[in-house]
């Protein structure tokens, strides 16, 4: 990676490294995203069984994902472990660093076509874009989301250029929320009842999957949480005016956003 963070990371900060060294009783890895930063994997750490060969998990040159376990300051050693990592962290962890990979080559694409170097663009936007928005990929979706952005870089006829590389390698942000609708009527046209207002309230894109009576799944794709949120009110709000006394119409949330 073109940037590297400066400093040292935060105890249960997950990391990614590669393995520089194996020893009998540990293992010396590289802190990828820091600045020349090294740390320490000990037996124990690497599997929650018993581990006869460190080879067996790991290999010079791989890279793998670690908690920081303990920072001692004055020795300026990082503990790691590798049993302490979930596969979700694991998962994110790679995904966040391709992402920041591909991001790069972004800036790199940016430069030949303005004629400039790599380390110019880095340091009047790359560093600007992480420092605000925490990485270059979350600067991108951000652009995206707000173009304007791009006119602090004074890039004038680059603009254009820049922005066309981000919507080209860049997919949107998107968040996903899932609700079970409870859905029934006891009238004698009550089959045809239902499938009308099914049919009302697929607005915003809204999926609906049968789950087997009186219950279907909603599903709902929209650009940020408050979008899709208002959406499933909407929804929640015509079914429920077309409902009337006519039978049960119910939502409940099956995720709840984190806060």
């Not at 009783?25 to 018993?50: M, Q, T």
């Not at 920072?71 to 503990?79: A, L």
């Not at 979706?141 to 707000?146: A, L, N």
Request: proline residues 3%.
């Amino acid at each position: 990676m073109f940037y590297k963070k400066q400093g040292i990371p935060e105890e249960n900060e997950i990391v990614l490294c590669t393995v520089k060294k194996i020893l009998p009783h540990g293992i010396f890895v590289s802190l990828d995203e820091y600045k020349e930063k090294e740390g320490l994997i000990h037996i124990s750490e690497i599997s929650p069984g018993r581990v006869r060969n460190i080879r067996d998990f790991v290999e010079e040159g791989k890279k793998i994902v670690c908690r920081v376990l303990k920072i001692n300051r004055e020795r300026n050693q990082i503990d790691l472990s590798l049993r302490r990592v979930t596969q979700s962290q694991r998962i994110n962890k790679n995904t966040s660093y391709k992402q920041e990979q591909n991001a790069e080559k972004i800036l790199e694409l940016l430069a030949k076509r303005l004629g400039k170097h790599l380390e110019e663009i880095h340091n009047n936007i790359g560093i600007k874009l992480i420092e605000k928005y925490g990485s270059l990929y979350g600067g991108y979706e951000s652009i995206i989301e707000d173009p304007k952005i791009l006119s602090q870089f004074n890039l004038e006829n680059g603009e254009k250029i820049f922005l066309e590389l981000i919507q080209d390698k860049i997919k949107k942000r998107e968040v996903n929320i899932s609700a079970t609708i409870t859905l029934s009527s006891p009238m004698p046209d009550g089959i045809n009842f239902i499938k009308e207002l099914l049919k009302k309230i697929q607005i915003n894109g809204a999926k609906i999957t049968y789950l087997g009576a009186p219950r279907y799944r909603l599903t709902l794709i929209a650009d940020d949480y408050k979008t899709a949120e208002r959406h499933l009110s909407e929804i929640e709000s015509i079914g429920l005016k077309t409902i009337k006394e006519r039978g049960i119409f119910k939502i409940e949330r099956n995720d709840k956003r984190n806060s």
